[in-house]
């Protein structure tokens, strides 16, 4: 009963398993359009509303910042959840799914200026509490469906349908996402400018809930063999060489489930997670806090949003050499690679005002930033398999959203105690150092290249 049900779900609503070419390509289309359909729930995305935000809802910058904080936190003790449904459900039920949930946050947080004076009375609050509720409520709705959910379940599809290209492939799609995301806020700002922020949410609305979600429940097909395919378009595969158990018991490629307490302690996971959660740390308050940055270091805010052009054209170079070459390479060079790029980027942050630390600063996040895109599509795939990734990558991206929503705080917290942000660069070039050797001096036998 489950074969056939599994079969009918590649056949509707045509089969994409008769189609002249590998259905694997329009998977991968896909998958690229979660991505930058995700932008409404991204940091980037949402920054541009800000300003709207608190002159419409009568909140303060400090109101609205906490509200973001509590709502992304939040939104990340649920993920591993959501990962959970993803191995049971499929990319197609949980992409859609979500989809639905962020078009349905971004027309609610429209119409809340409008239920904030009736509420109030209602339950007799002040206005502010009853705005600032309603708002943490949107940030977690849209942090969870946009930046977690949707970003995962179209990470994760397209690592179901290619082995052999996989790190080509997504290397591929992070060119697109990357130009995408880098281009996001002045094209988010143009259409508030034209059509007003409640008609732009509308308009993202439409594109998320609307366009995206039919073509979601159209073409994603969850696994190549409910559409009677093999992986990679190719006559089935022999067992991967990398499928041995690790000390957990766990396997990797193409092995048997994967059970997720295990996978809990295997400190390769730990380390592979970490790294990945101090980018989003350690970028995201850098992203956050660069106007103050460059401030101290005497360098002017016209600089400081030009040094993102470059730092995202060498990420994008970066990217797409490093997912070649990881087709045919263990993982842990990379690893290694992008820590030593943090500790750059550390190094630039606490000598900015000099040229040699712009360039260390430009070079840490342009190298770190690319490397950080590989290992954050490949790691968990090829150290754990595929039976578990919902699970597994779901665990790892609700600590890098906890870390995201902690780096701004933790820097402001920083320079209001020692007034200067040089402490949190100090701070994060010592985790730097410390993930890099506790990387270089443990064993991972499970990393092969395919």
Request: charged fraction near 10%.
């Amino acid at each position: 009963m489950h074969q056939v049900l599994t079969r009918s779900q590649g056949d509707w609503p045509f089969p994409a398993g008769r189609l002249p070419f590998y259905y694997g390509w329009v998977i991968a289309a896909v998958s690229t359009l979660g991505f930058i359909m995700s932008i409404p729930g991204q940091t980037m995305g949402m920054a541009v509303f800000a300003d709207a935000y608190m002159t419409a809802f009568g909140l303060s910058r400090t109101e609205l910042s906490t509200a973001y904080l509590l709502g992304t936190t939040g939104s990340a003790l649920f993920l591993t959840h959501a990962g959970r449904l993803f191995d049971r459900w499929g990319a197609r039920a949980l992409t859609v799914l979500s989809a639905a949930l962020l078009a349905s946050s971004l027309l609610a947080i429209s119409a809340m200026d409008a239920v904030i004076g009736p509420l109030s009375g209602l339950l007799q609050a002040p206005p502010s509490a009853v705005a600032f509720t309603l708002m943490l409520l949107g940030f977690f709705a849209m942090r969870f469906s946009g930046q977690g959910v949707l970003t995962s379940a179209s990470r994760n599809v397209l690592l179901l349908w290619f082995q052999r290209r996989r790190g080509l492939i997504t290397g591929v799609r992070g060119v697109f996402v990357s130009f995408s995301f880098a281009a996001a806020p002045a094209a988010l700002a143009l259409l508030t400018e034209a059509v007003g922020w409640r008609e732009g949410l509308w308009v993202l609305a439409a594109l998320v809930g609307g366009a995206f979600l039919l073509l979601a429940a159209l073409t994603l097909r969850d696994r190549p063999e409910v559409c009677g395919l093999a992986i990679d378009g190719g006559p089935s595969l022999p067992p991967s060489p990398s499928a041995e158990p690790n000390a957990t018991g766990v396997k990797a490629e193409g092995a048997a489930p994967n059970a997720l307490h295990a996978v809990r302690r295997d400190p390769v996971f730990w380390v592979y997670a970490a790294a990945l959660a101090l980018h989003a740390f350690f970028g995201t308050a850098v992203t956050f806090h660069v106007a103050a940055l460059f401030e101290e270091a005497g360098r002017t805010r016209a600089e400081a949003f030009a040094y993102f052009l470059p730092q995202a054209g060498l990420s994008v170079a970066v990217n797409l050499l490093a997912s070649a070459l990881a087709d045919r390479m263990a993982l842990k060079p990379f690893l290694l690679a992008m820590l030593a790029a943090f500790f750059l980027g550390a190094l630039g942050v606490l000598s900015l005002a000099t040229p040699l630390g712009y360039g260390a600063l430009l070079l840490g996040f342009g190298i770190g930033g690319g490397l950080w895109s590989v290992l954050s599509n490949l790691a968990f795939v090829r150290l754990f398999g595929t039976e578990a990734l919902g699970e597994i990558s779901g665990l790892n991206t609700a600590l890098s959203v906890f870390a995201s929503a902690l780096g701004p705080l933790a820097f402001a917290l920083t320079q209001d105690y020692f007034g200067s942000l040089d402490a949190a660069g100090y701070g994060c070039a010592a985790l730097s150092a410390g993930l890099g050797l506790w990387a270089l001096r443990l064993p991972q036998p499970q990393d092969r290249p395919l």
